[in-house]
């Protein structure tokens, strides 16, 4: 138990030393680290996860992080992971604080973001590829994928939105079979 | 007091937002504005870090905020006031959720929320891609990438660090 512990928190402090973009960008890591590395947890679960972690309030990070660790390892391993996924932030960016200025006029730093920039569209596509292959799986989920990618490029309308929605249709599938099968 | 603020602020922030940091911004900046903890060139700055910089666009905002008003004790103040809504919530939600997990209801309802969740990601990637369309020397980087990945199977941690290398290459070509 403790040993799972302290690999939580460094599988997590690793996904938050080398996020960058925030939460959507962290999912492909956490993937690879959660369910290929470590094994914890299965695809179709983490894809669970995920939902949750955008449909609760808080940052998307911290949420998957949380939820993740109580899954592996309980309340201790929800705090040790979101201890974990925090810490590099904070030391980096106090870090940064206190030399901003230098760091800020710097030349190279733009010009690595030039590449990390394709970096995480790539995996970020990537990633949605590889859940799409668990989620999409006949022409209902289909649709749910197409109108969902429609809806977030052209309106404002809310993520949780979507997701209630899904759910909702999800429901109703589970009590028209039902009824089918009475 | 201080520190107070800057825990009940960051606290508030983190309760309030759905949909992550980019969600956010809005609630921070309104923040900042009450307290008058500083201008919005400085706050522009600030997300522009929050963004460049490893980890979560939440935590970051808040550790810098927290700094530049009241120093290393402020940003762990402010950080812990952003993640603690999100822990406790879920030390609630999660026992919830896994009892009820196999139940066959939850897995349809969660059969409708998952292409919804993949379609949600394939549009962060849109969005992304959007802002960097014009930029040449990203699309250079992006190409040199998918080679790559086309010949070898590549941890997403060491894809980064050699688009951040490429990244510097093209800028010196």
Same mark, same amino acid.
């Given at each position: 138990?403790?040993?799972?512990?302290?690999?939580?928190?460094?599988?997590?402090?690793?996904?938050?030393?080398?996020?960058?973009?925030?939460?959507?960008?962290?999912?492909?890591?956490?993937?690879?680290?959660?369910?290929?590395?470590?094994?914890?947890?299965?695809?179709?679960?983490?894809?669970?996860?995920?939902?949750?972690?955008?449909? &609760?309030?808080?940052?998307?990070?911290?949420?998957?992080?949380?939820?993740?660790?109580?899954?592996?390892?309980?309340?201790?391993?929800?705090?040790?992971?979101?201890?974990?996924?925090?810490?590099?932030?904070?030391?980096?960016?106090?870090?940064?604080?206190?030399?901003?200025?230098?760091?800020?006029?710097?030349?190279?730093?733009?010009?690595?973001?030039?590449?990390?920039?394709?970096?995480?569209?790539?995996?970020?596509?990537?990633?949605?590829?590889?859940?799409?292959?668990?989620?999409?799986?006949?022409?209902?989920?289909?649709?749910?994928?197409?109108?969902?990618?429609?809806?977030?490029?052209?309106?404002?309308?809310?993520?949780?939105?979507?997701?209630?929605?899904?759910? &909702?249709?999800?429901?109703?599938?589970?009590?028209?079979?039902?009824?089918?099968?009475? | 007091?201080?520190?107070?603020?800057?825990?009940?602020?960051?606290?508030?922030?983190?309760?309030?937002?759905?949909?992550?940091?980019?969600?956010?911004?809005?609630?921070?900046?309104?923040?900042?504005?009450?307290?008058?903890?500083?201008?919005?060139?400085?706050?522009?700055?600030?997300?522009?870090?929050?963004?460049?910089?490893?980890?979560?666009?939440?935590?970051?905002?808040?550790?810098?905020?927290?700094?530049?008003?009241?120093?290393?004790?402020?940003?762990?103040?402010?950080?812990?006031?952003?993640?603690?809504?999100?822990?406790?919530?879920?030390?609630?939600?999660?026992?919830?959720?896994?009892?009820?997990?196999?139940?066959?209801?939850?897995?349809?309802?969660?059969?409708?929320?998952?292409?919804?969740?993949?379609?949600?990601?394939?549009?962060?990637?849109?969005?992304?891609?959007?802002?960097?369309?014009?930029?040449?020397?990203?699309?250079?980087?992006?190409?040199?990438?998918?080679?790559?990945?086309?010949?070898?199977?590549?941890?997403?941690?060491?894809?980064?660090?050699?688009?951040?290398?490429?990244?510097?290459?093209?800028?010196?070509?």
């Amino acid at each position: 138990m403790f040993d799972k512990v302290i690999k939580l928190f460094m599988s997590f402090f690793k996904i938050g030393l080398f996020t960058f973009g925030g939460g959507f960008a962290m999912i492909p890591l956490i993937e690879k680290e959660i369910v290929d590395t470590r094994k914890w947890i299965h695809r179709e679960d983490i894809i669970d996860l995920f939902a949750i972690s955008q449909s &609760i309030p808080g940052a998307v990070a911290i949420n998957t992080a949380t939820l993740v660790g109580y899954k592996v390892a309980g309340r201790i391993g929800a705090i040790v992971a979101t201890a974990g996924v925090a810490l590099p932030s904070i030391v980096i960016i106090s870090l940064i604080a206190v030399f901003f200025r230098e760091i800020a006029d710097m030349k190279i730093v733009a010009w690595i973001f030039t590449g990390i920039n394709a970096a995480v569209i790539l995996l970020i596509f990537h990633a949605a590829i590889r859940m799409g292959k668990v989620a999409v799986k006949d022409w209902i989920t289909g649709i749910l994928f197409v109108v969902t990618v429609i809806v977030v490029i052209f309106t404002n309308i809310s993520p949780i939105i979507l997701i209630v929605a899904g759910g &909702i249709i999800g429901a109703g599938l589970f009590y028209l079979e039902k009824g089918e099968h009475e | 007091m201080i520190f107070l603020d800057l825990f009940v602020a960051f606290f508030k922030i983190g309760l309030f937002s759905f949909g992550g940091g980019y969600a956010m911004i809005p609630l921070i900046s309104e923040e900042i504005a009450n307290h008058g903890w500083m201008n919005e060139a400085q706050f522009l700055q600030i997300i522009g870090i929050a963004e460049m910089t490893p980890g979560s666009i939440a935590i970051n905002a808040a550790t810098f905020i927290g700094f530049q008003t009241a120093g290393p004790v402020g940003a762990i103040v402010a950080s812990l006031g952003v993640l603690l809504p999100s822990l406790l919530i879920i030390l609630f939600v999660s026992a919830f959720f896994f009892k009820y997990s196999r139940h066959p209801l939850m897995k349809k309802i969660f059969f409708g929320i998952r292409p919804v969740v993949t379609g949600l990601i394939f549009s962060a990637g849109i969005l992304i891609a959007k802002e960097v369309i014009f930029e040449v020397r990203t699309l250079i980087v992006l190409g040199v990438l998918l080679v790559v990945i086309k010949f070898v199977k590549i941890h997403p941690i060491l894809l980064i660090v050699l688009a951040g290398c490429s990244g510097i290459i093209v800028n010196i070509f």
